[in-house]
């Protein structure tokens, strides 16, 4: 799954900066999601392209720094490089309100 900053799928530049979540991250999330507290994330479907709204970003935040805090990323095989894919995404999350837009995912 990728991450953008935009307003919709149809004014996507994919040369844009992203932020990519690889099949192995997004299989670990899910495995652990009991044990984050924020549902947004989650409910993004990683086959399919969508816009996640100004009200939801907040929430995946809050994920990305809960994950992050309670070291419950560490588990993973390559714990380094989700725990560097996380950050960049609540960047791209917080870039993404500070300029007032949206995140565009597009699902593998």
Known sequence: MNFYIGNSIEQLN??????????????????IKEKIPFVAFFT??????????????SDIISMCDYVVKKQRLNDYDESEDIILAI???????????????????IGD
């Open 87 to 105: 950050r960049e995404l609540n960047s791209l999350c917080q870039n993404a309100l500070k300029q007032s837009k949206k995140i565009i995912v």
């Open 14 to 31: 994919v040369d844009d900066k992203n932020v990519e979540l690889d099949d192995e991250m997004m299989e670990y999330l899910y495995s």
């Open 44 to 57: 993004i479907d990683p086959y399919s392209d969508m816009v996640v709204e100004k009200n939801e970003i």
